[in-house]
Nanobody, 124 residues
Framework: QVQLVESGGGLVQAGGSLSLSCAAS????????MGWFRQAPGKEREFVAA????????SYADSVKGRFTISRVDAKNTVYLQMNSLKPEDTAVYYC?????????????????WGQGTQVTVSS
C-alpha cells in the first residue's frame, strides 16, 4: 500500500508559478512510476505529467509542455510538479498518482494509488 499526500496548491495570478509536492509513504517509493493528473470542474480527470523509475523517462501533456516540470527525489519519497507561466485554464484539482511499475503511463486506470488532491486556481 502507498499513501500519497499532495501540498502546495493555492491561488495565483495568470503568468505566475506554483510548486506542488507529493509525499509518499508505504512501499518502496523508487519502484513506482509517478504521475500528476488534474480535474477541472465539469471535466474528466486528465493526464498532466509522468516520471518513470529513476526519472529515466518523463512525459507531459501537450497543454503543459514547456511550462511544467515533473521531478522526483527518491531519498525523500517525494515527487514535484513545478508550474510556471500559469494560465486560467490550468485551474483544477491536481492529483498525484503512483503506479506499481517502473514504466509511466498516460492512463488513469494504470495507476493504483491516488492522493486526495490539491486545488490550484489561476486568476486572469
Amino acid at each position: 500500500q502507498v499513501q500519497l499526500v499532495e501540498s502546495g496548491g493555492g491561488l495565483v495570478q495568470a503568468g505566475g508559478s506554483l510548486s506542488l509536492s507529493c509525499a509518499a509513504s508505504g512501499r518502496t517509493f523508487n519502484n513506482y512510476a509517478m504521475g500528476w493528473f488534474r480535474q477541472a470542474p465539469g471535466k474528466e480527470r486528465e493526464f498532466v505529467a509522468a516520471i518513470t523509475w529513476r526519472a529515466s523517462s518523463i512525459s507531459y501533456a501537450d497543454s503543459v509542455k514547456g511550462r511544467f516540470t515533473i521531478s522526483r527525489v527518491d531519498a525523500k519519497n517525494t515527487v514535484y510538479l513545478q508550474m510556471n507561466s500559469l494560465k486560467p485554464e490550468d485551474t483544477a484539482v491536481y492529483y498525484c498518482a503512483a503506479r506499481s511499475s517502473r514504466m509511466a503511463s498516460f492512463y488513469l486506470n494504470d495507476y493504483q494509488y491516488w492522493g486526495q488532491g490539491t486545488q490550484v486556481t489561476v486568476s486572469s
